[in-house]
């Protein structure tokens, strides 16, 4: 496969593949003119990081988890800390999302939305641009 072919059934755009490629996480073949030549198993491969990227995982959990996956002697409690750790990461996010929501549905519940100058959302921005 090409890498606009091997792009579209990945669902990757191929400028994403040619980063994965340049940083090693995928290593297609290359035919007698220089082009990439990508097999199953480099689809497999990009679409397994596909999906680890859509859930958040970063480029070195990338690289764990497929380092990982190909070792038949690994131990799923490895994999599992991985996962546990991305999924603490994403719980403090949501955390501190939902302080930042919190704090704005305050700021804009008790501006008025009128002709007066005066804003306490303008006011609490300001406080925190002294420091």
Known sequence: MNIGEVAKRAGLPAKTIRYYEEIGLIRPLRDANGYRAFRDS????LAFLARARALGFSIEDCRTLMALYADPSRASA???RVAQEHLTQIDDKIAQLQGMRDTLGELVQSCAGDNRPDCPILADLAEGSDT
């Open 78 to 80: 490895d994999v599992k």
């Open 42 to 45: 480099d689809l497999h491969r």
